[in-house]
Nanobody, 122 residues
Framework: QVRLVESGGGSVQAGGSLRLSCAASGVIYSGGDWMAWFRQAPGKERERVAGVFIDGSADYADSVKGRFTISRDNPKNTMYLQMGSLKPEDTAMYYC???????????????RGQGTQVTVSP
């Protein structure tokens, strides 16, 4: 069973940057055409932040558009999320996921990670 492992989270001041990584423990074949980042803040529902198709096409939530950049390195089975101009409201647990369809519901993804915490202080 292929697992997804997130890394790169941490604490940063507002305006700072972080780069998250999501590494697959093996090759994801037909089940990973789409890879996505989700986040969940305390007391809030999990929301999709961004997604990237196998050809590099990307999609972003309005709240992060222009500040975050998603990318993937297929030969390395790794996805990234470059986060800039971070705001306190970006504070959340960030999760990566992979599936053949770009679902809005995290639970529908075939492969899901355990999360990495991002904390942005004012």
């Amino acid at each position: 069973q292929v697992r997804l492992v997130e890394s790169g989270g941490g604490s940063v001041q507002a305006g700072g940057s972080l780069r998250l990584s999501c590494a697959a423990s093996g090759v994801i074949y037909s089940g990973g055409d789409w890879m996505a980042w989700f986040r969940q803040a305390p007391g809030k529902e999990r929301e999709r932040v961004a997604g990237v198709f196998i050809d590099g096409s990307a999609d972003y939530a309005d709240s992060v558009k222009g500040r975050f950049t998603i990318s993937r390195d297929n030969p390395k089975n790794t996805m990234y999320l470059q986060m800039g101009s971070l705001k306190p409201e970006d504070t959340a647990m960030y999760y990566c996921a992979a599936a053949p369809v770009y679902y809005g519901d995290y639970e529908k993804y075939n492969y899901r990670g355990q999360g990495t915490q991002v904390t942005v202080s004012p």
